[in-house]
């Protein structure tokens, strides 16, 4: 494929899409740890996400008072970042300002929370996420990528097999 053809795939236009997420202490409680955000299910391998906004209805709260520290995830990446001493925000809408402009998930994944230093008491909130749908370009590399390791994964396992065999021949 010439220069300009991958070019021109790679800078197609993309579908700007949307995913909304729900935390609601009152359904997925708030015990320390991590779980996914209810919502629009995996956000694409690939995708861009380029913006957002998190609509507090009700403050998230903990027993002690503002000791609880609260992340939303996206893979490894802060969607929004460990923040300590809730309420960090009063009720309403808040954008998303990220250290970089966008960033793409590594994997399908769908956003989720992470409680730590003690449980949350009560606390509502939706997070919106834009993004770009991923490439056909960046697709494809995708499922090269997959089939790669899928590959990989069963000549590692016939390996193991035929030494499990040869294992198994010398003990005669």
Request: zero cysteines.
């Amino acid at each position: 494929m010439a220069k300009q053809e991958k070019a021109a795939k790679i800078s197609e236009p993309r579908k700007e899409l949307e995913w909304r997420g729900e935390y609601d202490f009152a359904e997925d409680g708030g015990a320390v740890g991590s779980f996914p955000l209810r919502g629009d299910g995996p956000i694409p391998e690939g995708a861009v996400i380029f913006d957002g906004y998190v609509d507090v209805e009700t403050p998230v709260a903990s027993a002690s008072g503002g000791h609880a520290q609260l992340a939303v995830l996206l893979g490894a990446d802060a969607v929004l970042p460990a923040q300590r001493g809730w309420p960090a925000w009063p009720v309403g809408r808040y954008d998303i300002i990220q250290q970089t402009p966008a960033f793409v998930p590594g994997a399908e994944d769908a956003p989720r929370v992470v409680v730590s230093t003690e449980p949350i008491t009560a606390g509502k909130f939706q997070l919106v996420l834009f993004y770009f749908e991923p490439s056909e370009a960046v697709q494809a590399a995708i499922k090269e990528r997959k089939e790669q390791e899928a590959e990989a994964a069963k000549r590692a396992e016939d390996e193991r097999k035929a030494a499990a065999k040869e294992a198994k021949k010398a003990e005669k």
